[in-house]
């Protein structure tokens, strides 16, 4: 490697020169500078060993012009030790090189060649710098010279071991002896430093990790990239020989792409002393980032070259997915995303020539609401079918819609004998639920719901940023993606029940009757599915539907209100289970037909359920007051938590709440939805429909903490369990605001203030208290 002499830019001077000194090597000093050059050189001993003996072998093999590859050898000597060998081919060693140039710190033949990698004269030495002994055999005219080249007591030394004739070929084998420990890392070093080394033949097994010949290394005209290469970063090939990229004298991020830059000898790049990094000179640094350019713009154009035409609009939803951009060299996945940012070449979008308006970038973006108009009424997983709750259950997303036969939709009621059929077709073990959905709501033009920003199409196809009179074509473009993204939904309605499947069904009913298993309908019954408790958990789900017989004639002398409804009031009776369960209440689903026959029926505690939301009966009405209770037990969580605490100020004020508690205790449920309570509530507040036998002490509760927080907030502070000495001032302080307000306490509460108090001019008596207290 020519050794280029650096150029002084500028000589700062100060004064006139009075003489000149050259400088020169001590030889006194030579062995601490041998050792400076072979044992402390290096930061990385094993990967320098590995890089310096193999690029000797190749700088012998180019200079005899032989193109055989050299040997690179990682294995068990006889003697049962391992052993890190590299052997060439090429003008090999007689003495006479062995003493002037081996023997030589910084001696070199190869600082006038424009071909070989060497040139500071320190790479044959460089095995010292691991082990304190290695050897070489050297071939040249017909003999064979064995050396040992180790650390000596004044210098380093080469004893000359064996000398014999020879019929081989010339060249150099170095044996370098490998700790044991150090096996697996000389083995990492191998594939690290020589992956793009050419003509090399490894012959390597470390307790069976080899490393194969059959790896292929890539070449490009400014970079190229090596299956054997261990490095996840962008790095540098100096006439293949590796060095990492270093990024923060680049003034660059780290880039995470396994491909070396390439660089010929000629380029303007060196590597330092010890040849484990290059010099990174504003000259280097300058050249380094143009051919970052160079192979950034490949790769971009590589990628655009790959792009295709998309077919769907879901080709176009996977660019836009993520940043990746990648493209294949060999068997690499490159992402050429990374580089983007060091070339003037734009990324190719997607194109599908059906569709010219539409700015898929934008609409992948709100993707999740392309399916608005859908509600998601009925989901099916472990062959069941339940009703949707909740936001997440019932909205339909990009990723949901994309599942191949998980969505049907219906406009029709799903139920009897097309549900079961519907049932026969899915998998019964499928824990992926199967989404039922029908439309049931419009896009608007401009905003209309203030909940949901993108329900309009100004919002989601963002037409406020396209002339107006484009607006209707690329509403129609959009309306069109989502008849294509839908086009595979299954449709309930469409789907017809074979005959044969009927008539297999109906025959299994009449086989099960003859049988005797199945139970004939006797006249005065009622055939339906009571809501019972589930026996396991299910998601969104309070009851399941258990089929059972109603006796009329037994339903007037049951104690508790028996309320029907449809199939379609199963979603409804689901959610009032939670608070039924503490409500003399059943509710049962009847068919059309059976439901047709409870309409005839007259009788008081059989009701529609219909007729139970109208609020005129008993648990409608304790449901309500119990929610609104809870509403003010949860407000003042402090003061009914705290109710001992109340004892010594005003027994009527506890009492009144311990029995707000315990109404609500009896009577609440907070499994019921809110939303029916809510509505439940209005319906009460609207005919004033409350239970009156707690309503009143309810309302005179809610007003007196309403119009006085400070009891709350006096409370705070209190514990909930015991009163010591340095929490009665907080007693006092609340008995002084109750008093301050006007508001009804003990009259033993008084007594304090009556004998301070010497304007009423009367003494302490029963009567003076009493008609203090009634005066408050």
Same mark, same amino acid.
């Given at each position: ?135 070489? &055999?050297?071939? %040249? ?22 000398? &014999? ?49 059959? #790896? ?6 400014? #970079? ?76 971009? =154009?590589?990628?655009?070259?790959? !792009? ?58 709100? @993707? ?51 549900? !079961?059929?519907? @049932? ?11 989404? $039922? ?51 595979? $939904? ?52 309070? !009851? ?39 409500? %003399? ?20 505690? $059989? ?17 309500? &007051? ?13 003061? #009914? ?8 100020? !005003? ?33 009460? #507040? ?9 309503? &009143?002490?309810?309302?005179?509760? @809610? =007003? ?5 927080? $400070?009891?709350?907030?006096?409370? =705070? ?44 001019? @009367? ?14």
């Amino acid at each position: 490697m020519i050794n280029e002499k650096q150029v002084v830019n500028k000589v700062l001077e100060e004064g006139v020169s009075q003489g000149s000194i050259g400088m020169s090597l001590d030889l006194d000093s030579a062995q601490v500078l041998m050792q400076m050059l072979s044992k402390n050189l290096y930061s990385d001993p094993i990967g320098s060993t590995v890089r310096e003996c193999a690029s000797n072998a190749l700088d012998s093999h180019r200079r005899a012009g032989v193109t055989d590859a050299i040997v690179v050898s990682l294995k068990i000597n006889a003697e049962n030790n391992y052993e890190f060998t590299v052997e060439d081919f090429g003008t090999g060693l007689d003495a006479d090189d062995v003493e002037n140039i081996i023997s030589k710190y910084g001696k070199s033949t190869k600082r006038e060649s424009a071909t070989e990698i060497g040139m500071m004269g320190l790479g044959f030495k460089s095995p010292l710098a691991y082990c304190s002994t290695f050897y070489f &055999t050297c071939r %040249k005219d017909g003999i064979e010279r064995k050396y040992m080249m180790y650390e000596g007591e004044d210098v380093n030394t080469i004893d000359l071991l064996s000398e &014999t004739p020879t019929d081989e070929r010339n060249g150099v084998k170095v044996i370098v002896p490998v700790k044991y420990n150090d096996r697996h890392t000389f083995l990492e070093k191998i594939k690290n430093q020589l992956a793009y080394f050419e003509s090399v033949y490894f012959d390597v097994n470390v307790q069976h990790a080899i490393v194969t010949n059959e #790896f292929q290394i890539h070449r490009g005209e400014h #970079f190229q990239l090596s299956e054997m290469n261990t490095d996840p970063y962008m790095h540098i090939c100096l006439d293949n020989v590796y060095y990492p990229m270093d990024f923060a004298k680049l003034g660059i991020h780290n880039i995470s792409i396994p491909i070396g830059l390439r660089f010929g000898l000629s380029d303007g790049l060196f590597p330092t002393p010890n040849r484990e990094q290059l010099i990174y000179s504003s000259k280097a640094k300058e050249t380094i980032l143009n051919k970052l350019k160079l192979v950034a713009d490949y790769m971009v =154009e590589k990628y655009n070259e790959n !792009s295709i035409d998309c077919k769907d609009v879901h080709e176009i939803f996977n660019y836009y997915a993520g940043s990746n951009r990648n493209i294949t060299i060999g068997k690499t996945i490159i992402d050429a995303s990374k580089l983007s940012i060091y070339s003037d070449i734009q990324f190719k979008k997607p194109e599908y020539s059906t569709y010219k308006l539409t700015d898929f970038a934008n609409l992948y973006k709100v @993707k999740d609401y392309i399916f608005y108009e859908y509600k998601v009424g009925m989901e099916y997983s472990r062959g069941q079918f339940r009703q949707a709750t909740g936001y997440y259950n019932t909205t339909l997303n990009y990723v949901q819609a994309k599942e191949t036969g998980k969505i049907w939709t219906y406009d029709e009621t799903l139920a009897g004998n097309k549900k !079961s059929y519907i @049932k026969s077709l899915l998998p019964p073990n499928d824990y992926n639920a199967i989404k $039922f959905l029908r439309k049931s709501k419009k896009f608007h033009l401009r905003n209309k719901d203030k909940q949901h920003a993108y329900d309009n199409f100004i919002a989601l196809l963002q037409l406020h940023k396209y002339p107006r009179n484009t607006w209707r074509d690329r509403i129609k473009e959009f309306q069109s993606i989502v008849k294509e993204l839908t086009k595979d $939904f299954k449709d309930v309605d469409s789907t017809s029940i074979p005959q044969a499947w009927l008539d297999a069904r109906k025959k299994k009913r009449v086989t099960t009757a003859n049988g005797g298993n199945r139970r004939v309908k006797l006249q005065g019954e009622i055939n339906c599915r009571l809501t019972s408790e589930l026996q396991r958990y299910v998601h969104g789900k309070n !009851s399941k539907l258990v089929p059972t017989v109603l006796k009329v004639e037994h339903l007037a002398s049951s104690p508790l209100l028996n309320v029907y409804g449809k199939q379609s009031d199963e979603l409804v009776f689901d959610v009032l289970y939670g608070a039924a369960t503490k409500q %003399k209440m059943k509710f049962y689903v009847l068919s059309e037909r059976e439901h047709k026959v409870a309409q005839t029926l007259d009788i008081h505690n $059989f009701i529609s359920i219909e007729k139970f939301m109208e609020g005129k009966n008993k648990p409608f009405k304790r449901l309500v &007051t119990a929610y609104l209770i809870n509403e003010l037990i949860t407000k003042y969580a402090d003061t #009914f938590a705290k109710t001992t605490l109340l004892e010594t100020i !005003s027994k009527k004020l506890r009492k009144d709440l311990e029995d707000l508690k315990v109404y609500h205790k009896a009577n609440y449920e907070g499994y019921c939805d809110e939303q029916v309570y809510k509505a439940m509530v209005e319906v009460a #507040f609207d005919k004033n429909l409350f239970d009156e036998t707690i309503f &009143t002490e309810y309302k005179a509760i @809610k =007003e007196l903490l309403d119009t006085f927080p $400070f009891i709350e907030t006096t409370l =705070e502070v209190l514990p909930t369990y015991s009163i010591n000495e340095g929490n009665q001032h907080y007693l006092d302080i609340l008995i002084y605001q109750f008093k301050y307000h006007k508001i009804r306490i003990d009259y033993t509460n008084y007594k304090l203030t009556l004998n301070e108090d010497i304007s009423l001019g @009367k003494p302490t008596t029963e009567e003076t208290i009493e008609e203090l207290t009634q005066n408050a």
